[in-house]
């Protein structure tokens, strides 16, 4: 009794993840009894995002092709001797937010994982060598989740770069800022003892 | 550091009800790390959306231009004398699940809250009246939401049917089917010993 557009728009939202049927069909009536257009507006923005949308030349993250290299990558202000190595294009973001770190990303769009089918080759491991050998970084960052594909993939691409001579780093592991001490997990607890630094 | 087409995804995108910012960006970077071109989909299936949906000129629920009146007023095994009045297009679905009703519907729209701006005027009670002039409908059963818009919005539809001298009824409450007693809130439960029914 939906009608066929209802019925397709609802498939593909169901498509997003943690979006079902129900809440998909909830949003698709809710779009259709608003002021203003919004389905029209929504769909406009998806398509410029479809068209515009492209991996950096130089780090491979997310950027537009009017902006190729990227932003971050363009910027003069940057140090060029340091890399940090991140999984995903929002790991830059996260960074970015701290507005600590000065030097440039590399994006390698995921993490080793075997089971799921993501081989070396899926991820973007040769430009981040590439870019070792024609510039003059002296660390790279391995700043990939602290899970078992994170820690692979840091292990993985340390390998390589070995041969390389460049100082190779991760991120260290211990308790959360402004965490309490009796609901740390475990192995956070763990190292944070393990990694514990002189006070000065 | 975002780019734009990624900013205005997002902002389109947390402007649906229950999706804040967090949720559309990690749902933007998904789409856009999908094999599949997910973004284009989905934006050609809400444009459709948006330019073939309209609605009923009989009943008001939503359906396409190319089917109107809608397929359930189309059809001609449905009982004319008995109209359903439901506040939205959703809410008929629910009752075809049933598979128990066989009558017509009619979609209001909302319900009454005049705090929210929500008059009888914004609501599609005039096309009601005027199906029910034209028509050989005998009983209108009120089933707005059991809530206090859907309550004052069944008072008001039934205070306005009461010199065309149709039956006028509303959904019995009571406690769902399934239930525990233990669990079931209190105000259902009243109603459910209220119109409590003999045993045959």
């Not at 075997?114 to 590439?130: C, M, N, S, V």
Request: some cysteine; proline content about 6%.
């Amino acid at each position: 009794m939906t009608s066929d557009p209802i019925r397709r728009a609802v498939r593909q939202l169901s498509r997003l993840p943690g979006i079902g049927e129900k809440t998909a069909t909830r949003l698709v009536y809710w779009m259709l009894t608003q002021p203003g257009d919004v389905p029209a507006q929504l769909a406009s923005a998806l398509q410029e995002l479809d068209a515009s949308i492209t991996e950096c030349k130089v780090c491979c993250t997310l950027t537009t092709h009017d902006e190729d290299p990227c932003r971050l990558c363009a910027r003069g202000d940057r140090d060029d001797t340091l890399i940090l190595v991140v999984e995903h294009p929002q790991d830059v973001l996260a960074f970015e937010r701290t507005g600590e770190y000065r030097g440039r990303y590399h994006v390698l769009h995921g993490a080793l994982s075997p089971l799921d089918g993501i081989t070396p080759d899926q991820l973007r491991i040769r430009p981040l060598l590439e870019r070792l050998r024609a510039e003059t970084v002296t660390e790279v960052v391995l700043a990939t989740d602290p899970n078992v594909e994170g820690d692979a993939t840091a292990m993985y691409v340390a390998r390589l770069l070995r041969p390389i001579g460049v100082r190779t780093t991760r991120l260290a592991h211990g308790i959360s800022v402004g965490t309490e001490i009796e609901y740390a997990d475990t192995v956070s607890l763990a190292r944070a003892f393990e990694y514990r630094r002189e006070l000065s």
